[in-house]
């Protein structure tokens, strides 16, 4: 295989592995705390740290543009 192949299909697999983690760790509804019940949280729709709305649309739209990337890169690689 041509080193940019590997290159090529290296990328895609960490694009992909990252966003499928950003997307489990993104929709932790099912999660409970063991301490449940003993505080009192008040959850809010925005970010605490940017104060901007987040949604799993975006990550899901952020992967699909990562691996269009990496689609090009790697018609580019096969063709070289």
């Known amino acids: 295989m041509n080193m940019r ?5 290296l990328l895609i697999a ?9 997307l489990a760790l993104a929709s932790g509804g ?6 449940s019940g ?3 949280v008040i959850q809010k729709e925005t970010s605490p740290q940017t104060g901007e709305p987040f949604s799993v649309g975006l990550v899901l739209v952020a992967a699909v543009f990562l691996c269009g990337a990496a689609a090009v ?3 580019k690689a096969a063709s070289c």
Do not use: F, Q
């Open 38 to 40: 003993n505080t009192n």
């Open 14 to 22: 960490v694009l992909l592995c990252g966003m499928l983690a950003t």
């Open 30 to 35: 099912d999660v409970t705390s063991p301490e």
């Open 5 to 9: 192949r590997i290159l090529a299909l």
């Open 73 to 75: 890169t790697l018609k």
